[in-house]
Nanobody
Framework: QVQVVESGGGLVQPGGSLRLSCAVS????????IGWFRQAPGKEREWIAY????????QYLDSVKGRFTISRDNAKGTVYLQMNRLKPEDTGVYYC???????????????WGRGTQVTVST
């Protein structure tokens, strides 16, 4: 049994930074990967990053590569998404999810948070 709760969203100006947190509870037997997704109004949910708990590897969507960093506090079991040099097109609801495969496919993630709003605007 895994529970996922995101936090840290808010309003930020273009070029600014924000750090999202994902509190993940439950045994790591039940999940291998933590992924971040986002959804803008009128658009489908898209994958932006994942971190493998087993191997420590990370992957990013090209549009966020070099600006976003996903990491994990192993003691707390909390996953973070550090977002720098934010752009208006980064606006959306950000979701954290846990799954058993490191992939971009949201269908492979079993547990989802409710989302946290990120708005990048002047």
């Amino acid at each position: 049994q895994v529970q996922v709760v995101e936090s840290g969203g808010g309003l930020v100006q273009p070029g600014g930074s924000l750090r999202l947190s994902c509190a993940v509870s439950g045994s790591t037997v039940d999940y291998e990967t933590i992924g971040w997704f986002r959804q803008a109004p009128g658009k489908e949910r898209e994958w932006i990053a994942y971190i493998s708990i087993s191997f420590g590897g990370t992957q990013y969507l090209d549009s966020v590569k070099g600006r976003f960093t996903i990491s994990r506090d192993n003691a707390k079991g909390t996953v973070y998404l550090q977002m720098n040099r934010l752009k208006p097109e980064d606006t959306g609801v950000y979701y954290c999810a846990a799954g058993q495969i490191s992939t971009w496919d949201p269908q492979s993630y079993n547990y989802w948070g409710r989302g946290t709003q990120v708005t990048v605007s002047t």
